[in-house]
């Protein structure tokens, strides 16, 4: 039982042009969500995150957005450049009893192509 | 500052042998984790620690335990590796139950 999905594996976008990946969720306790990104033969690295009480959130160019009724976020990478060639995965986080713990997407190839 | 280290890098084990990985970080926080990533999975949480001394199962915790003596340091142990522990395993340390900061990660290979 996935509670945190990533519905597309891979994206290709050109460079200069705007990237949207998406993440759904099923757990109505999620109340905290952030975006890894993770190059080949790292760790992932934290890049943006959004609590439930916004619905959007910006850092640069990046922006997260949060629609709590559609249980859905998507993350805007604007303009998309090569180095944002990654793999980014979607993590939530319920408040409560297993706070603690980060549930993760599958995650979203993103190649931006020069 | 080095952030979180993970040694080793890589490992190859046979069925059967057992192994620890270390995870150590200069950070000064109080909750660690260590994860498992799998083709086409995202990150699965084995087991926490939310203090020294402490450790906590977590999503798939089965043949591996986890000890934390000492709070820059997490390790996590298999006592008999088995071929479906074949994974790259991530450790990961935060100050809150927010933001994570993450490892380089150890591949491990068990023949």
């Known amino acids: 039982d996935q509670q945190v999905k990533q519905n597309s594996p891979s994206l290709s976008v050109q460079e200069g042009r705007i990237s949207i990946l998406n993440c759904d969720y099923t757990?109505?306790?999620?109340?905290?969500f952030l975006w890894y990104k993770k190059y080949p033969a790292e760790g992932p690295t934290f890049l943006i995150s959004?609590?439930?009480?916004?619905d959007k959130n910006e850092d640069g160019r990046f922006t997260v957005f949060l629609n709590k009724s559609a249980k859905h976020l998507s993350l805007h990478i604007v303009p998309s450049q090569p180095g944002d060639s990654a793999v980014y995965f979607c993590?939530?986080?319920?408040?409560?009893?297993?706070?603690?713990?980060?549930?993760f997407g599958k995650g979203t190839k993103l190649s931006v192509i020069p | 500052n080095a952030g979180v280290t993970q040694t080793p890098k890589f490992r190859v084990l046979k069925t059967g042998q057992s192994m620890t990985l270390l995870c150590a970080q200069d950070?000064?926080?109080?909750?660690m984790y260590w994860y498992r990533q799998d083709p086409g999975m995202g990150l699965r949480l084995i087991h926490y620690?939310?203090?020294?001394?402490?450790?906590a199962k977590g999503e798939v915790p089965d043949g591996y335990n986890v000890s934390r003596l000492k709070k820059q340091n997490f390790l996590l142990g298999l006592e008999s590796a088995a071929p479906s522990q074949t994974s790259v395993y991530f450790c990961?340390?935060?100050?809150?139950?927010?933001?994570?900061?993450f490892g380089p990660g150890t591949r491990l290979t068990v023949l």
């Open positions: 620690s939310v203090g020294e001394g402490t450790t």
């Open positions: 950070m000064n926080h109080e909750y």
């Open positions: 757990n109505s306790m999620f109340d905290y």
């Open positions: 959004i609590s439930s009480i916004k």
């Open positions: 993590a939530a986080r319920s408040s409560g009893a297993g706070s603690y713990q980060l549930t």
């Open positions: 990961a340390s935060s100050e809150s139950h927010n933001e994570q900061f």
